[in-house]
C-alpha cells in the first residue's frame, strides 16, 4: 500500500508533464503567435494585433478554404457511400473470413501515407501506369492528364482516408444485433424501412464517427494537396503549411490554424451530442 | 368471486363455439425438412397446429424446436416441404409477409425507440393512420399491464417489464399465430411463474394461437393445450400435459417429462386385453396398461412416476424390498430415493401427512416399495 501511493504520484506527474509540456504548452505559443506581428527578421514581433485574424476574410482565402471543404466534403461522402455497405457486408461474413478482410483494410497502414500517396502519383503521371495502359489497348491516343487536378486530389484522400470510414463502421455493425433486423421484418417492414428506421438509426453514432475521422484529415492533409494537387487545389492545410514555410507568416498560419482547430472541435462537439442524443432516453422525443 | 349463472351459461356456449372451431387447422407442417451446413436439425416433419390453442414445442437443446418456429416465422426455409397457414402456402413468403408474430428470447426491442414507438413499429409499418396507432398501442399496453412506461426506453425497464413490450409489440398487429421462442427462459422463478399465468390469460383473451418453445416441462405442462414433444428433430409424442405425462409413448418422453422410475419386466401371462401377469424384481405381479402388442415370455418396461410408488413398512406382505439411501425435504413433498436389495435406486415422492405414523422414514431404514395398482405405464423394450 505505502508503494502504490509514490507510484501512482510518478506516473501523474509523468502524464501531466507529457500533456502540458508537449500538447498544451505548443498549442498556447500557437494562440499567442495568431495575436503578434509578422517580422521578417525574427518571425514575429511582440505587438499585439487581429490584423491576422482579419486576413482569414480575405475572399481570396475564403475562396480556397471553402475549395478545401468542399474537396473534403466530397471525400467524405465517397468514403461513406464505399464504406457502408462494406462494412455491413464485412461484419455479417463468417468468422472465418472476417480476420483476414479486416487485416486487408489495416495492411496499407504498414506503409506510410506519403510514400503511398507518391506511389499513386507514378501510377496517374502523365505517362504513369494508367495512362501507358490505356494507350498500349488504344483506348486513347493522348495522355489523360489525371495528375494535378481536383479529382486526382479527391481519389488521394480517398485513398489515404477510406480505412479510417471503415473501422469504426465496422464496430458499429459489428454490435447490431440481428435478431433486431428479423423483428423488424417479422413486424411486417420491408427491406427499406428496416434500414431507414433500425439499421441507419442505431449505426448513425458509427456514420458519424467515421466521417469526423475523415473528414478532419481531409482539410489538413497537406502533402496530398501538394503531390497530386499541384497549385491549384490547396487544402487548408497546405496554406498553413505554406505560411510557415514559404511565407515565414508565423502570425498568419498560426491563425489558420486555430481556425481550423476550432472548427474540429466543433464538429467534436457535434458528434458527442449526437451520440448523447442517441444514448440518452427522451431526448429523441423532445426534440420531435 | 363467482359468475352470476347466465354468464356461466354463455361461456359454456361459447366455450363449445370454440371448440368446433378448434378443428380448424391452422399451420400444417408437410414433410418438412431443414439441414445446417450438413448437420440435420430436422430430418422430415409432419406437424398440424390448430386454431386457437395453445401449443409447447418441448425438447432439450438441439432438438429442432427453435427451428420449427423459424420456419412458422419465415427466418428460414426449409430444404423440402411445405408451411401451410390457414390452408395457404406460404413456405417461400418472407417474414415481413406472413401474418404471424413473434416474441424472441432476447426480446429483441428496438433499443433507440420509445416502449410506445416499439409497439407502434408494426403498425406504421402498415402505414395505420396515425389516430388508430395510437389507440391499438395504448389498447394493448394496457392489457400488459405498461401504460405508465410507454415514454421509457427499454434499457430503463426490468427484465420482466421488457418481456411484456416484446409480448404487446408482437400481438398488436392481430397476428393469427404468436410465436414464443422461450421467452420466459431469462427471467427469474418468480416471475417466470407470474407471466406463465399472464401469457395464458392472454391467449384466452385474444383468442389466437399461442406456439410456444421451451426446454422446461413443468412451464409446458403448466402452460399448454397439447405439447409436442421432440426429440433430434423427430416428434416423439403429440397429446394433452396429462397424456404426455401420464402415458408415455416412449422411454424419451417418459424420461424428459418428469422423473420416472423404470423397471424391466417379464411377461409371464396375458390375462385378459387390459392385465398380465409380470414378473418384476423377481416378483410376480398382475399389472394393468395397453397390451395388446405383448406375447407372453417378452421383455418390456413398466414406468413409474415417483408420486405414484408408495412405501410400506418392512413387515408389509407387498412390495419390493429395499432400504432408504436419501432423503430430500422439497417444501411440499418429500423425496425418498431407496435402494432395492438388487440394487436398483428408485424416487419416491410423497406428500405431507404429519398425521400418518408410516410416513417418516429413517435414512438407512429398511422398507417395503409398493406403487398405487393400475397407476404403472407398460412400454415395449424399445432396445430390443
Known amino acids: 500500500m505505502k508503494l502504490r501511493k509514490p507510484f501512482k504520484t510518478v506516473v501523474l506527474v509523468l502524464i501531466w508533464g507529457w500533456i502540458l509540456l508537449f500538447v498544451l504548452a505548443p498549442n498556447l505559443l500557437v494562440v499567442m503567435t495568431s495575436f503578434l506581428t509578422r517580422d521578417d527578421a525574427h518571425f514575429i514581433r511582440w505587438q499585439a494585433t487581429l490584423e491576422n485574424y482579419l486576413r482569414l476574410f480575405d475572399p481570396d482565402y475564403l475562396a480556397v478554404f471553402g475549395h478545401s471543404f468542399y474537396m473534403a466534403l466530397v471525400t467524405t461522402l465517397l468514403c461513406l457511400l464505399v464504406g457502408y455497405p462494406f462494412a455491413y457486408l464485412l461484419s455479417r461474413l463468417r468468422a472465418g473470413v472476417k480476420p483476414y478482410l479486416l487485416f486487408l483494410v489495416i495492411v496499407p497502414f504498414w506503409t506510410n501515407s506519403l510514400v503511398r500517396t507518391y506511389a499513386m502519383k507514378l501510377l496517374i503521371a502523365t505517362n504513369g501506369l494508367v495512362n501507358q495502359t490505356l494507350l498500349g489497348l488504344g483506348w486513347i491516343d493522348t495522355p489523360l492528364r489525371l495528375l494535378y487536378t481536383e479529382t486526382a486530389v479527391i481519389v488521394g484522400l480517398f485513398y489515404v482516408l477510406l480505412p479510417f470510414m471503415i473501422l469504426p463502421l465496422y464496430a458499429i455493425f459489428e454490435q447490431l444485433r440481428p435478431e433486431l433486423l428479423e423483428a423488424s421484418g417479422d413486424l411486417g417492414a420491408g427491406t427499406w424501412q428496416t434500414f431507414r428506421r433500425v439499421v441507419l438509426p442505431l449505426t448513425m453514432p458509427g456514420i458519424i464517427a467515421g466521417c469526423l475521422l475523415v473528414l478532419l484529415p481531409a482539410v489538413g492533409m497537406f502533402y496530398v494537396g501538394d503531390v497530386l494537387g499541384g497549385a491549384k487545389n490547396l487544402l487548408i492545410g497546405n496554406v498553413i503549411k505554406n505560411q510557415f514555410l ?14 481550423l482547430t476550432l472548427a474540429m472541435a466543433m464538429l467534436l462537439y457535434a458528434y458527442y451530442l449526437s451520440v448523447r442524443l442517441i444514448r440518452r432516453p427522451h431526448a429523441h422525443a423532445e426534440l420531435a | 368471486m363467482t359468475k352470476p349463472p347466465a354468464y356461466r351459461k354463455i361461456r359454456v356456449l361459447v366455450t363449445a363455439a370454440l371448440m368446433l372451431q378448434d378443428k380448424q387447422k391452422i399451420i400444417e407442417l408437410k414433410g418438412v425438412r431443414k439441414s445446417f451446413g450438413g448437420r440435420m436439425v430436422l430430418p422430415t416433419l409432419d406437424l398440424d397446429i390448430f386454431h386457437g390453442e395453445f401449443v409447447t414445442l418441448l425438447g432439450p437443446s438441439g432438438c429442432g424446436k427453435t427451428t420449427i418456429l423459424r420456419l412458422i416465422g419465415g427466418f428460414e426455409q426449409p430444404d423440402a416441404g411445405q408451411v401451410l397457414l390457414g390452408g395457404e402456402d406460404i413456405t417461400r413468403l418472407d417474414p415481413n409477409q406472413r401474418p404471424v408474430n413473434t416474441v424472441f428470447q432476447s426480446y429483441a426491442l428496438f433499443p ?3 416502449v410506445f ?3 407502434a413499429y408494426g403498425l406504421r409499418a402498415e402505414k395505420r393512420p396515425r389516430a388508430e396507432i395510437e389507440e391499438r398501442v395504448a389498447r394493448v399496453l394496457a392489457m400488459v399491464q405498461l401504460e405508465d412506461l410507454a415514454r421509457r426506453k427499454p434499457d430503463q425497464l426490468s427484465g420482466g417489464q421488457q418481456q411484456r413490450v416484446a409480448i404487446a409489440r408482437a400481438v398488436v398487429k392481430g397476428p393469427r399465430v404468436l410465436l414464443l421462442d422461450e421467452p420466459l427462459s431469462a427471467l427469474d422463478y ?26 422446461d416441462q413443468e412451464e409446458a405442462l403448466s402452460m399448454s393445450d397439447r405439447v409436442v414433444v421432440l426429440q433430434e428433430g423427430r416428434v416423439e409424442q403429440v397429446g394433452t400435459p396429462r397424456d404426455v405425462y401420464e402415458s408415455p409413448r416412449n422411454l424419451f418422453v417418459a424420461r424428459f417429462v418428469g422423473e420416472i422410475n423404470v423397471f424391466d419386466v417379464e411377461v409371464c401371462e396375458l390375462r385378459d386385453d387390459r392385465h398380465l401377469i409380470g414378473e418384476v424384481e423377481g416378483q410376480r405381479f398382475e399389472l394393468h396398461g395397453e397390451i395388446s402388442a405383448f406375447a407372453s415370455g417378452q421383455r418390456i418396461h413398466m414406468l413409474l412416476r415417483p408420486e405414484d410408488m408408495r412405501l410400506l413398512p418392512e413387515d408389509s406382505e407387498r412390495g419390493l424390498p429395499g432400504q432408504v439411501i436419501e432423503r430430500n425435504y422439497k417444501g411440499m413433498t418429500l423425496e425418498t430415493l431407496i435402494r432395492l436389495d438388487s440394487g436398483k435406486e428408485l424416487l419416491a415422492s410423497e406428500f405431507f401427512d404429519e398425521s400418518d405414523p408410516d410416513f417418516d422414514y429413517r435414512l438407512g431404514e429398511r422398507v417395503q416399495v409398493s406403487w398405487v395398482p393400475s397407476w404403472e405405464v407398460l412400454l415395449a423394450d424399445e432396445t430390443a
Open chain 1, 246 to 259: 514559404d511565407a515565414r507568416d508565423w502570425p498568419f498560419g498560426a491563425a489558420i490554424s486555430l481556425l
Open chain 2, 112 to 114: 433507440h425507440m420509445s
Open chain 2, 117 to 119: 414507438d416499439n409497439v
Open chain 2, 190 to 215: 418468480k416471475l417466470r411463474k407470474q407471466m406463465q399465468n399472464e401469457l395464458k390469460r392472454l391467449q384466452r383473451e385474444l383468442g389466437i394461437t399461442f406456439v410456444f418453445v421451451t426446454h
